[in-house]
């Protein structure tokens, strides 16, 4: 079984909390603001259950962008960005419910912070002593032992002009897959039928630190500190019995493990400075992830037949600082100039052994055991004003230099332009109409640098040390519309032209790695709406839609013919509802949602993941037991499963023919979680 097709079934039964726009009556006062009474009918216990109630709004995070950049998450906390690159719905988790005063929903065009466009949510706080939260929330499945693990614990308060808040959890999965993989030769004959069993368990056991000092009302300080294990391990049983000669009768068992652990730390402090306002910023993190994958064969006697190790440890760090130096000469003109630099690094050391007639013994791998870094600095000079009373235009231009350096010698400089156009226009207070052209630049996996091996699927990848980031011109636009009682829709079509795509390519006469094609174009449309049932006279019901829909164009690197990019998103579906009972502290609701993406494309294979059915959910809460919420929750009621098809080519597919096909068809039965909460 493929990485890919683990994390498909890991996304097709976890609940996806942070992609719910909203569920709620529509009670808000006028220019979008969400008063702490507005989100009570839902008993939330921290800002992450408020924010996810707003009618229309999606979160999201920044998590994966280069560097700490200019944007990031559509968050706000009393009108100031998030520190470092902190994971937006944690942070939010650790707010606590009863100390938010109101949600203002506001458009980043009109803010003076660079980047932020679309709505934006800023989320004002106050504090009221001591408090915190708890969660746990057990899950039960099919074939899988019982998830007891996952739970989180939150405390936040105040002393003197210090706030705190402080988070306890453990991120817990226990999850699995069972069902025939058939293989067919070129003529569509069976000629190999196996029976498979996964297992893929996680813990992630962790706690992070919020502060903020404010000496003085115009002096401000943040410090986020936090500190994650990721334990996990993998099992995948294969009973392989042979229809024709060509097959093979055996037994095969992959194991696989990630003992991980990183820590992140991340700073800024603000005061006034002449004109205006000085921000300065830092942010480091480690990670050091030592894995090992086992894969062993064994004829039906138990005599073990042949086997691979592959060991690897990887050490990842990067540091970033940044100033921002922000100033307003006249009202509705903001001026801010930044400066950043980073520096991340990763070194890695691997291993490779085979079974040898009892023995396990080295074979060595070129290019699996190397250090790559990459220095960073860029500079940015942003311009917002204010053009009419209905256009707001925000503006930014800036260079971006980095250096590359591998193990060997090789070291590369690139000089990159950066920047954006966004133009906003708000006919009135309902409607919002968002222009952005944006050159930019993506952050490179330094891991396609490295030679790698899986030795589950018997595929080696070739480390490239010519890689270089993948860059665009971005074409978008967003129109949003409130019209009244609950009623909202957001619809956003995209376009983008990409140079020096990051995609598979040949190195060499038959090496398979992750490199750069030419030019390729992606483009696509975004769709979300909620309706409130009120309008039609059934109170506390809430019904919202996702859709999103994307085509590509590349040439393959190695047929030369046009395709879509490899493994891309295709379309995706989310339907739902939500009904509070009025006057009743019970609740219930549902949902279907199903994707898809393109096919994938390598060397001498293609893949193409599918689901057979949509994913489909329902939940009951009642928010109120001796002062706990209790809610349950089934996922995939209708028995989803997860297929996928792999073809196998004799030789490279510019010069081979087909070989063999491989079908899986994977079943997760349904799960159930029920998860307790509340307050002290």
């Given at each position: ?354 079974f040898d007639g009892g023995n396990f013994v080295n074979i060595d791998i070129n290019g699996a055991t190397s250090r790559v870094e990459e220095r960073r600095a860029e500079t940015t000079l942003t311009h917002s004003r204010a053009m009419t009373a209905k256009w707001n235009l925000q503006a930014s231009v800036g260079v971006e230099y980095s250096k590359l350096e591998q193990t060997g010698g090789l070291t590369r400089d690139f000089v990159r332009p950066k920047g954006f156009l966004l133009a906003t226009y708000k006919p009135d207070e309902s409607a919002s109409l968002r222009f952005k052209i944006e050159r930019e630049v993506d952050q490179l996996s330094f891991f396609d640098f490295i030679s790698f091996v899986d030795v589950e699927d018997n595929i080696d990848r070739v480390g490239n040390i010519n890689l270089v980031p993948s860059q665009s011109w971005n074409f978008s636009t967003e129109f949003d519309k409130d019209f009244g009682q609950g009623f909202t829709i957001k619809i956003s079509p995209y376009f983008n032209l990409i140079s020096d795509l990051v995609d598979r390519i040949p190195i060499g006469e ?171």
């Open positions: 079984m493929t990485a890919r097709f683990k994390m498909l079934l890991c996304a097709a039964t976890i609940p996806l909390t942070l992609m719910i726009s909203a569920q709620a009556v529509f009670a808000q006062t006028a220019n979008n603001v969400f008063e702490a009474e507005f989100f009570s009918q839902y008993a939330p216990r921290n800002a992450l259950d408020m924010v996810v109630q707003i009618p229309g709004f999606q979160l999201q995070g920044a998590e994966d962008r280069r560097g700490l950049g200019q944007g990031g998450a559509n968050i706000l906390i009393n009108g100031e960005r998030l520190t470092g690159k902190t994971d937006v719905g944690s942070q939010l988790s650790r707010i606590v419910a009863e100390n938010v005063v109101r949600i203002e929903i506001k458009d980043g065009a009109s803010l003076d912070i660079p980047g932020l466009s679309g709505q934006v949510a800023d989320v004002i706080t106050t504090t009221t002593g001591q408090t915190g939260t708890w969660s746990w929330a057990p899950q039960f499945r099919k074939r899988q032992k019982i998830n007891l693990g996952h739970a989180h614990l939150t405390l936040s308060g105040e002393t003197g002009n210090l706030t705190y808040s402080a988070e306890l959890r453990n991120e817990a999965n226990r999850n699995g897959d069972w069902g025939p993989e058939i293989l067919r030769d070129a003529a569509g004959d069976i000629f190999e039928i196996r029976d498979e069993l996964g297992r893929y368990n996680f813990d992630g056991p962790g706690g992070a630190l919020d502060l903020t000092w404010k000496p003085r009302d115009d002096h401000t300080a943040n410090l986020n500190l936090e500190y994650n294990k990721y334990n996990s391990t993998q099992l995948v049983r294969s009973s392989r019995r042979a229809q024709t000669l060509r097959g093979e009768d055996l037994e095969t068992v992959f194991t696989g493990g990630e003992n991980e652990w990183n820590a992140k730390a991340g700073a800024d402090y603000e005061f006034p400075v002449g004109l205006g306002k000085l921000k300065m910023i830092g942010y480091y993190r480690f990670e050091r992830s030592p894995t090992r994958s086992v894969f062993s064969v064994f004829a039906l006697n138990g005599e073990q037949a042949s086997g691979s190790i592959f060991d690897r440890l990887a050490d990842e760090t990067e540091t970033i600082a940044r100033t921002e130096y922000s100033w307003s000469p006249t009202v509705g003109r903001d001026w801010t100039l930044s400066a950043e630099g980073a520096l991340n690094v990763l070194d890695i050391e691997s291993m490779l052994q085979e038959d090496g398979d790695a992750v490199g750069n094609v030419d030019s390729a174009v992606q483009y696509g449309v975004d769709f979300n709406t909620s309706i409130k049932g009120s309008r039609w006279g059934w109170d506390g019901t809430q019904f919202d839609l996702d859709l999103e829909w994307r085509d590509s164009k590349v040439d393959d690197p190695v047929t030369g013919i046009s395709r879509q990019l490899s493994r891309d998103k295709k379309t995706f579906w989310h339907a739902r509802m939500r009904h509070d009972i009025p006057k009743t502290s019970w609740a219930y609701g549902g949902g279907v949602r199903e994707f898809a993406d393109y096919r994938g494309f390598r060397l001498f294979t293609t893949d193409d993941p599918t689901l057979k059915r949509p994913i489909t959910y329902a939940f009951l809460e009642h928010k109120d037991v001796l002062g706990m919420k209790i809610k349950a929750e089934v996922i995939n009621i209708i028995d989803s499963r997860e297929e996928f098809t792999r073809q196998v080519f004799t030789d490279r597919r510019d010069r081979g023919v087909l070989d063999f096909t491989e079908f899986q068809s994977r079943a997760f039965g349904p799960i159930l979680e029920i998860e307790f909460s509340g307050t002290f």
